[in-house]
Every structure is written in structure tokens, then in C-alpha cells.
């Protein structure tokens, strides 16, 4: 990872309140989630130093294939997220990427991204 000043500017750009991200997606009837979504890839990307991940693929992907993709993103999130706490030593979400799927499967794709960014959050050092 970069010095520490430039952690703590990454924690500020890519850390936010849960509650706040789900208030808004949902007042916005979904705009402000795709906003949500493309901050967590940014986070993800920066935390494994590398891009991986792409906002208007996942976006492209998943209008084509009716949200499929979407499922599977929140898969290989999940899965960056826990390589991510290995490297660092932290606590392994071992079931996130599980749990992640389910929540897709079931519509509560918001429930799945709040858990993420909680995780993206501690990576950071919030809480």
C-alpha cells in the first residue's frame, strides 16, 4: 500500500456510512446505488492494487443478462474482499461471498453491498 497520508485520503474517498448509502439508493428509487456500486469497485481496486474491477462492464453485463451478472459480481466482490483481509492479516469473512450470492438471489442486493461496504469500511480502519 501507498504512505499513510495517502491511506487516510483513500479512506475518506472510498469509506461511508451504510445507513446514508441505503437511504439514498432507496429515496432515489436505485440512482444513487449505481454510484454506491462504483465507489466499492474503486475501494476493492485500490485495496488490491490492481483494476480489476469496471464500472461499465458490471453495468453493460448486467442490463444484458437481466441481473445475472450482477449475482455473479457480488460473488467475486466478496471473494477480492477476503483476499484483501487475508493479505492484511485481518479477520476472513470466510462465508461473505456465500452469504453475498444468497442475498443477490433473493432481491436484497442492498443487504449484500451494506455487508461489503462494512468490510471495505474495516479495511480502511473505520467502523
Request: net charge neutral; proline share 0%; glycine share 4%.
Amino acid at each position: 500500500m501507498e504512505n499513510r497520508s495517502d491511506f487516510q485520503a483513500a479512506a475518506e474517498q472510498y469509506t461511508s456510512s451504510i445507513i446514508k448509502d441505503i437511504i439514498l439508493s432507496i429515496i432515489t428509487c436505485g440512482i444513487y446505488y449505481l454510484f454506491w456500486q462504483a465507489r466499492e469497485m474503486r475501494a476493492v481496486n485500490y485495496l488490491l492494487e490492481e483494476e480489476k474491477y469496471n464500472f461499465w462492464k458490471w453495468f453493460l453485463l448486467t442490463i444484458i443478462t437481466c441481473g445475472i451478472y450482477h449475482i455473479y459480481y457480488e460473488y467475486i466482490l466478496a471473494q477480492s474482499i477476503m483476499e484483501v483481509q487475508k493479505r492484511l492479516g485481518r479477520t476472513i469473512s470466510n462465508n461473505l461471498h456465500i452469504l453475498s450470492v444468497i442475498l443477490a438471489v433473493f432481491g436484497l442486493n442492498i443487504v449484500a453491498d451494506a455487508i461489503q461496504q462494512d468490510e471495505i469500511n474495516r479495511l480502511f480502519g473505520r467502523k
